[in-house]
Nanobody
Framework: QVQLVESGGGLVQPGGSLRLSCAAS????????MSWVRQAPGKGLEWISH????????VYADSVKGRFTISRDNTKNTLYLQMNSLKSEDTAVYYC?????????????WGQGTQVTVSS
């Protein structure tokens, strides 16, 4: 079955960086666009970025554009999110999900999440 396992979260000071990873299995990773979504305390899921199946196309939400970089390694079935210049408002649980901005909810597959806390 589909498995998505996120890792790399933690506590970081404002302005700091983190790199998240998502290990995928149970489906053909290289044939699917992949997204990162997040859920801040008391809020709903927010899509923040996706990458096309082959890695040639990326899209970012305005809230993270210029600070976050999505990437993938199809040989390792792994999705990444490099997060720089972190702000307190980036505090959330981060999930990887199958699909792009338009259809990740339809796929309905995301992992257990990794907590990112940005605080001094």
């Amino acid at each position: 079955q589909v498995q998505l396992v996120e890792s790399g979260g933690g506590l970081v000071q404002p302005g700091g960086s983190l790199r998240l990873s998502c290990a995928a299995s149970g489906f053909t990773f290289s044939s699917n666009a992949m997204s990162w979504v997040r859920q801040a305390p008391g809020k709903g899921l927010e899509w923040i970025s996706h990458m096309s199946s082959g890695g040639r196309s990326t899209v970012y939400a305005d809230s993270v554009k210029g600070r976050f970089t999505i990437s993938r390694d199809n040989t390792k079935n792994t999705l990444y999110l490099q997060m720089n210049s972190l702000k307190s408002e980036d505090t959330a649980v981060y999930y990887c999900a199958i699909g792009a901005r338009s259809n990740w909810r339809t796929f309905g597959s995301w992992g257990q999440g990794t907590q990112v806390t940005v605080s001094s």
